[in-house]
Structures are given as C-alpha cells and as structure tokens.
C-alpha cells in the first residue's frame, strides 16, 4: 500500500452528518445497554464496597443519562464521551454483558478523538475543513469488528470445536444455550444439520465476516451474512447483547463517512 493510500485511508476527513447520526445511534446504544438492571458486581469492584453503593445509587444514573444526552446533542461531545467513558468503567465488574459493554466502550473512547458537530449544525452547508475529524477513530471502530470475527474464528479452529464436539459439550454445560446438541444433530424442523456442519460453517462464516466488510465488492454480501448470521445464533444460545451490538458496528462500514469536498470554507 502506497504512502497516499495510507494517508487517504487513515487521515481522510470524515463528513459531518453521518457523524453526527452516527454519534446519536451509539448515545441510545450506550443508554439501552447501561440502563440500570439487576446486577452483582464481580472482582475487583466487590473489593470497594463505596463505589459499588456509587454505581447503584440513583443519582450515578441521572448523571449517565444526562452525559449520553449532552453527548447525543454534542454539547462538548468529546468532553461527554470521555466522562461518560471513565464513570461507565465499573459496569465492566458487573456480572452480566461484559464483553457486550466493553465493545460500545471502546467506540466510546474513539469519539474522544472524534471531532464531531452539534445537532444544531446538522444543516449546516459549508463547513470549515479544518474542524472535520480524520478517519482513524473511525478505522479503530471497523477494526475492532473484524478483531472481534477474526479472534473468535481463529479460537474456534481447533479439531475439539471444528468436529462439533465443543458445541455439543457447551449446550449441556451451559445454562444460555437454548438447544441441545448432545444427539450430535441440530433439527431444523425440516432437516437435521450434522453438529459438524454447523461449526465448521460458523467459523467460515467468522472468518468471511472479519474480512468481508473491507471490500466494496463484499460489503453488502458481509451486512447480509452477518445480519442473518446473528439472528439465528439468538436461536442457539443468549450472550446478552454481543449480538446486536455486532450488527450495530456495521454500521461504521456501511455509513457513507467519508467527506468530499464541494463546498468548503478554506
């Protein structure tokens, strides 16, 4: 890849409308997926009685709720993101969708380098190139959905997983799958899928997904794949909300974010 590839592709200004959407749809994903539940905290939190009694109390979620507001507005929404970032950490002790918080975290943290305007301006027709925000924030984000297929893909490409016993063992042991694979057949209804078939399809799925978006050719074929993909694993098994927030980083690559410019203030 040449040096103006590179810069084009890490360093290109991202536009500020599908932004400004963008940050609005990550604001009501944080406030669905932090909205106070009945949790325990788990280790290291359990060790600060304190902030535990911080975490629960009510007036912690009325400063969350106003913080997502300021944010989704983006009143300072880089000052919001950050604050909003360091109070959410504890939810992270929780004993339910850590993985799940710890992905809309980390988008969270790349709008801290993100320079995004306020909804106010959303009609705004010129605009000042140099407030534009470059497009790496927004690479972390795509690259932390391919990290998330890719790792799990090559987790899984081991012969215990890949001849179906793995699945057969985590749907007896484990209390969030919904089927039982212990007669080593998934029954469809109208045909019984060999175990074997269904793991190795997974993580041939996996793999395709970790890449698949990163091609224009492939892009819509990965949102179709994937989409479909995360609806039937909800039929198998519950892993809180990993599923939907999967589906909703999509999004960082079928938004048109990258900003052309026509009519700009130099």
Sequence with gaps: MSTEKIDRFLFSAIHPKPLIIFRILVAVMIAFMFAPRDLNPIYPLTEFPSLISVVFSDVYHVIIYILIILFALGAKSRIAALILFILLVPHDFLNEGRKSKQVILCVLMCFVFLKSLPIWQFNKKNFDTTI?????????????????????????????????????????????????????????????????????????????????????KTRWIALIVGVGFHIYLTTIMSIFMLDYVSIFLYLAFIIPFQFKPKNTLS
């Design 132 to 216: 534009l925000s470059p497009m790496w924030p927004m690479r972390l984000i795509q690259i932390q959905l391919s990290l998330i297929y890719g790792i799990n893909a090559i987790a899984k490409s081991t012969p215990y997983y890949l001849s179906g016993d793995a699945l057969i063992d985590m749907s007896t042991a484990y209390k969030n799958f919904h089927v039982d694979f212990s007669s080593g057949f998934y029954d469809l209804g109208f045909v019984e899928v060999p175990i074997v078939v269904l793991a190795i399809s997974s993580v041939l799925i996996e793999y395709f997904l970790a890449i698949g978006f990163w091609f224009k």
